[in-house]
């Protein structure tokens, strides 16, 4: 009989717990640390402020617009990798890997260039004589989607050729000699083979979005305040480390029930094309 | 049972994943002979390993330069107090209040500097050396905006409509030009009811609101803002950077905060600490820093001031300089940042 190979999970698990579980336990402990002893102050604070409710509502607006942006540019990026030879797959795949290897802080502020009064965009409407003045999309909700839609787009691009790789291209001369035309063999054979990776990618833009700290305030500005900045107020700021401790349980509580639900629909068998 | 088996194969990646397992960065104090000082980030940080790293080495101690901002180094140090992420901190008096009603730093053996009587006795604080005074101001791009005469003027002078940038009261540089806004158009420098106002009113000056002085160097540099609070020292480096800024005193006074080193309770690394600030007040590390890109100004009185720092300020105006009054700022501070932020949001 095969020895079983627990023994060899034992460092891993012994690490996830010291360096993940945890501290999630003392993040959730702290939480409820009160002038007087445990409580649920800090949870009535954070959710009883309209500015801080606000603050979580545009976190998740701007997880499910990122979402949004880069499903819409992820398929047809990730339709073309699987009509395409070999030297353009590589291509693509060159070009999606390729930012990934450089930091977010890099590409965030290589945003800044981008999206500023002297940046391409501007100078390019301008030269389109779509604006009369040079325009800046700093500090825009606009300008932060689209610097996280070209930081997170690998992200969906990846799990979307993992599955189109191992599709037959065929598939869709089949389903085109059976009379469907292009809209509808997207519609009902590609995109419910898609499913199970578009939820992975959803899943991965969603919680890289939401958290990610440097993008937001560079790109968004003070004007657009999102979770993990307020997060970081409280902890650098302010020392309020049980309210921040409530905040970081609030979005992690938050994103946790949308990355459960996608992960439930994952799993149902009607929707990934199984039905 | 089940009966274990061990194969060569099998040891051999247990052994690799434990060795891996121990090369993973668990947070260690510095050995003796070294010490990790926190600075501001960006021209302090390379200023400071450029010029006191060699000269904390020459007294035979390692120097690691961490970049920290004042808050931020304060929200470490209280993380772990047993075991303090840095040995000295690099602060203004109202972080430094902070750093005292929290227990975060201890009183220094004055003896153990050689360089401590060439200090000022303004600069000789107990709890640690000044090491320069940060005059502040407005910076401005004069291709772009003609002068401000002060904080007033970026209100009401259209020049400035939408071409300013702010940061929230996070920022010792900030808070101090807030408090000066308050004096000029409220009942003094707690009055922020009024400088909030003034900011619903002049909706175009929320536009430009970013997190951090950082932030608005690089954001100048890319000709997205043309005037911003500074320090004389952020002219400095823009200007080294070869961008055309400039600064100005504003007309109600120029605010300034003396920065200092102080060293952290629970630091095991007390040689080298004091080596380090010995070296931040020589001679020749101050006479380099008075130099761009940093040019600032110098606490040894055996440090001439350059040309370039005499156009900002002489050791004889700097008691005339505008010294905010922190307990007020500490005390105020949480509730002035979150009505800011709410504010700003809109």
């Keep these: ?275 | 049972m089940t009966e274990f088996k061990l194969t060569r194969r099998q040891f051999g990646l247990l052994a690799a994943s434990a060795a891996a397992a121990g090369l993973l960065p668990i947070p260690a104090r510095a050995a003796n002979g070294s010490l990790v000082a926190a600075t501001f980030p960006g021209n302090w940080e390379d200023a400071y390993r450029r010029v006191l790293t060699p000269l904390v080495s020459e007294a035979g101690y390692d120097l690691t330069i961490a970049p920290a901002l004042a808050q931020d180094q304060l929200a470490k140090v209280m993380a772990s107090p047993g075991a303090p992420a840095y040995d000295t901190l690099l602060m203004s008096p109202g972080q430094m209040a902070i750093a005292l009603e929290n227990d975060l730093i201890q009183k220094i053996d004055t003896s153990r500097l050689s360089n401590w009587s060439k200090l000022d006795p303004a600069f000789q604080g107990e709890y640690g050396p000044t090491v320069t005074v940060e005059v502040n101001g407005i910076a401005y791009n004069p291709d772009l905006v003609p002068a401000p005469k002060g904080y007033a003027d970026l209100f009401e002078n259209p020049a400035y409509a939408g071409k300013v940038s702010w940061t929230g009261f996070g920022s010792n540089t900030a808070v101090m030009a807030y408090t000066q806004l308050a004096k000029i158009y409220g009942s003094g420098p707690e009055d922020m009811d009024a400088v909030f106002k003034l900011f619903a009113d002049h909706p175009e000056n929320l536009a430009g609101v970013v997190d951090s002085t950082n932030s608005q160097m690089s954001l100048y540099q890319q000709g997205e803002i043309a005037v911003f609070m500074c320090s004389t020292g952020n002219v400095a480096k823009l200007k080294s950077l070869g961008l055309n800024a400039e600064f100005v005193h504003p007309e109600t006074g120029s605010p300034a905060a003396p920065v200092n080193i102080h060293l952290t309770k629970g630091s095991n690394n007390l040689d080298a600490a004091y080596a380090y600030m010995d070296a931040a007040i020589s001679q020749a590390a101050q006479e380099q820093l008075t130099l761009p890109p940093t040019e600032m100004f110098p606490t040894n009185m055996d440090v001439a001031l350059t040309p370039g720092i005499e156009a900002f300020v002489t050791r004889d105006t700097i008691p005339s300089l505008v010294y905010p009054d922190w307990a007020l700022i500490n005390k105020n501070r949480p509730d002035w940042i979150r009505a800011f932020d709410a504010l700003v949001m809109g």
């Excluded at chain 1, 932060?144 to 799990?159: E, F, K, R, V």
């Excluded at chain 1, 560079?218 to 409280?234: F, H, K, M, S, T």
């Design chain 1, 1 to 275: 009989m095969r020895a079983s190979g627990f023994p060899f999970l034992v460092p891993m698990l012994a690490l996830s717990v010291a360096f993940f579980a945890l501290p999630l336990a003392l993040l959730f402990a702290y939480s409820f640390a009160g002038e007087t002893g445990p409580s649920l102050e800090n949870y009535a604070r954070f959710l009883g402020d309209p500015f801080n409710f606000r603050v979580l509502l545009n976190t998740a607006r701007l997880g499910f617009e990122t979402v949004l942006s880069t499903t819409l540019l992820g398929i047809p990026i990730a339709l073309l990798f699987w009509h395409s030879g070999q030297r353009t797959r590589q291509v693509i795949i060159f070009l999606t890997l390729i930012p990934m290897l450089t930091s977010n802080v890099v590409r965030t502020f290589a945003w800044i260039v981008i999206l500023g009064r002297q940046g391409p965009i501007s100078e390019t409407l301008m030269a389109l004589g779509l604006t009369g003045a040079p325009i800046s999309l700093m500090f825009t909700e606009f300008g932060l989607i689209l610097a996280m839609t070209q930081i997170d787009l690998p992200l969906i691009i990846l799990p979307l050729v993992a599955i189109l790789s191992r599709l037959p291209r065929n598939l869709t001369e089949a389903a085109e000699v059976s009379g469907a035309g292009p809209w509808r063999v997207m519609v009902t054979v590609l995109l419910p083979l898609m499913v199970p990776a578009l939820l992975a990618g959803w899943i991965l833009v969603y919680a890289s979005t939401s958290a990610s700290f440097v993008t937001q305030a560079v790109i968004g500005g003070a004007r657009n305040v999102y979770v993990p900045q307020l997060i970081y107020r409280e902890v650098g700021t302010l020392f309020d480390w049980p309210l921040a401790s409530a905040i970081a349980v609030v979005l992690l509580f938050t994103t946790g029930i949308l990355l459960l639900a996608l992960s439930m629909l994952s799993r149902h068998r009607r929707l990934v094309g199984h039905g």
